[in-house]
């Protein structure tokens, strides 16, 4: 498993960070990494494409002081282990029922973000046993295109290239002109582009820089994702389209947190959404980009608090 000098899971967690080895959609077997805090009902969090455990750094601490959080780096991401391409629609579903298997007794609570938050609805649909409570924030359950720019341009680059350099670590010389990418789509999903700090960009681009096929991962989950929404837009059969037309049979309790100032997805996404989940609550996060775990987390932390508490 991957290893850092400075270990941000020991600060984290008190058992610093943990493996778990499961079967991949593919039926491969990957080690993926976690970590968890507190005592009590299981509350998994669930981070977007991209990104990784550390999306969580402000939610941990004040989440476990009433349940036992649980975080884990998605398969490619973060601190877990890679797989080759080719991958398949949707694995990330088959993944997190695997993962919820063996780390807890459902059902659980899931709080995700982004396309977390899509595969978590997926998996509240398909497997409706398994979660009690579901939290989405900044859902991308109306996709119209890739959000940014530079999601554009990964998705247009051969896959066995982006494999090639990865492999090769042919991007860790750039890694000052990756750190610079990054704080310009970091700025992108901030409310206030003053508040990215340095430590934030080197811990989000870390994994790329480190540890060979994760941007692989990454750039292999875009496409499928960009296929995905083209077929959305023009009819033909897509996940995407398949989770919309069962949004009626999402039966646990939700909350929908959708931030004011969300660039990416608007906010009129959030409230249709709540018009299509049977009982859904629905709170505006001010002041905030479409990343609002850690843009507005006293925020985003209260209104998951006061749900799970009332629910």
């Known amino acids: 498993m991957k290893t850092t000098s400075t270990d941000w899971w020991q600060q984290t967690f008190p058992s610093g960070r943990k493996t778990l080895t499961i079967q991949d959609a593919s039926q491969r077997q990957v080690t993926l990494a976690y970590g968890e ?39 490619g991401y973060g601190f877990s282990q890679t797989a ?36 978590a609805l997926a998996v509240a649909q398909s497997y409706p046993q398994l979660i009690e409570r579901l939290v989405l924030i900044n859902v991308p359950i109306f996709p119209q295109k890739l959000p940014s720019w530079g999601m554009e341009i990964i998705a247009a680059v051969p896959l066995p290239l982006i494999e090639w350099l990865d492999q090769q670590q042919l991007i860790r010389p750039f890694q000052p002109i ?56 023009q009819g033909r059969p897509n996940w995407i389209s398949t989770i919309q037309q069962n949004l009626a049979n999402v039966t646990c309790p939700v909350l929908i947190l959708w931030s004011d100032c969300d660039r990416w997805f608007p906010l009129q996404d959030g409230e249709k959404l709540r018009d299509q989940i049977p009982n859904a609550q629905f709170q505006v996060i001010p ?19 006061q749900f799970l508490k009332s629910a």
């Open 84 to 119: 080759s391409p080719p991958e398949v629609i949707g694995h990330q579903v088959i993944e997190l029922v695997r993962v919820i298997n063996a780390l807890a007794e459902p059902p659980v609570t899931l709080v995700a973000e982004s396309l977390g938050a899509l595969v």
């Open 287 to 305: 002041n905030c980009g479409h990343v609002a775990s850690s843009g507005n987390p006293a925020v985003v932390n209260a209104a998951i608090l």
């Open 178 to 233: 990756v750190q610079w990418m990054t704080q310009l789509v970091r700025q992108e999903v901030v409310y206030d582009p003053t508040s990215i700090n340095d430590e934030e960009i080197h811990w989000l681009t870390y994994p790329y820089l480190n540890f060979p096929g994760t941007f692989t991962q990454f750039a292999t989950d875009l496409q499928l994702a960009a296929q995905e929404i083209e077929r959305c837009q």
């Open 37 to 75: 805090a507190g005592v009590g009902q299981p509350l998994f969090l669930l981070h977007g494409l991209g990104s990784w455990s550390y999306n969580w750094r402000h939610n941990v601490h004040p989440l476990s002081q009433y349940f036992r959080v649980i975080c884990f780096d998605a398969k």
